[in-house]
């Protein structure tokens, strides 16, 4: 079991950025594939960024593509969310989660689940 405490969440403008990092307790970390999934209210959780052990395989949704970014630095235990242009439309708690090695962009295959973390975007 992976231990995720997620932070960086924040109020922002639209257009503006904000980073989130998700730290994992497990010394193992390096051989986890971490995902970013975010729910908004009413909504249903949804993908968002999705990296592999190595690092040398990240997926987005389309909604993102091209404004977040997905990075680990596994000598800290940290996965991080780079998001830039945000917009309204992103407002949502973020979820960091993982699974052993292999990235998925489905939220029922991660077994870890952080806290979450608030993002709002104002217009």
């Known amino acids: 079991q992976v231990q995720l405490v997620e932070s960086g969440g924040g109020l922002v403008q639209a257009g503006g950025s904000l980073r989130l990092s998700c730290a994992a307790s497990r010394r193992t970390f390096s051989s986890y594939a971490m995902g970013w999934f975010r729910q908004a209210p009413g909504k249903e959780r949804e993908f968002v960024a999705s990296i592999d052990w190595s690092g040398s395989k990240t997926y987005y949704a389309d909604s993102v593509k091209g404004r977040f970014t997905i990075s680990r630095d596994n000598a800290k235990n940290t996965v991080y969310l780079q998001m830039n242009s945000l917009k309204p439309e992103d407002t949502a708690v973020y979820y960091c989660?993982?699974?052993?090695?292999?990235?998925?962009?489905?939220?029922?295959?991660?077994?870890?689940w952080g806290q979450g973390a608030q993002v709002t975007v104002s217009s």
């Open positions: 989660a993982a699974r052993p090695f292999r990235a998925t962009t489905n939220h029922g295959d991660y077994d870890d």
